[in-house]
Nanobody, 124 residues
Framework: QVQLVESGGGLVQAGGSLRLSCAAS????????KGWYRQAPGKERELVAA????????TYADSVKGRFTISTDNAKNTVYLQMNSLKPEDTAVYYC?????????????????WGQGTLVTVSS
């Protein structure tokens, strides 16, 4: 069974950058579709970026296009989220998730595997 552990969150000033990492255990991780979600206080969890290595597809929320990049290193069983030009509205808990099929389920609660989350705070 796949397990996920995120790292890399923290406090950054607006305009700055952070890279989140999500380390996975489990031999089948490379075949899973991966996603990064975020949840701000009082808001629903939303998809930020997703990718599938098998189909070579990526997708991004409109709010992060051109600023965030999702990538995967299958040799390290790790998925990354590079976040540039951060804005205060990017402040949230960021979660890594994985699912055995693509596209990812429309409702986040149906994804098979979740990490524990990492807090990103962007100060103005």
């Amino acid at each position: 069974q796949v397990q996920l552990v995120e790292s890399g969150g923290g406090l950054v000033q607006a305009g700055g950058s952070l890279r989140l990492s999500c380390a996975a255990s489990g031999r089948t991780f490379s075949s899973y579709a991966k996603g990064w979600y975020r949840q701000a206080p009082g808001k629903e969890r939303e998809l930020v970026a997703a990718s599938t290595w098998i189909f070579g597809r990526t997708t991004y929320a409109d709010s992060v296009k051109g600023r965030f990049t999702i990538s995967t290193d299958n040799a390290k069983n790790t998925v990354y989220l590079q976040m540039n030009s951060l804005k205060p509205e990017d402040t949230a808990v960021y979660y890594c998730a994985a699912h055995p099929t693509w596209p990812l389920p429309a409702e986040a609660r149906y994804l098979e595997v979740w990490g524990q989350g990492t807090l990103v705070t962007v100060s103005s």
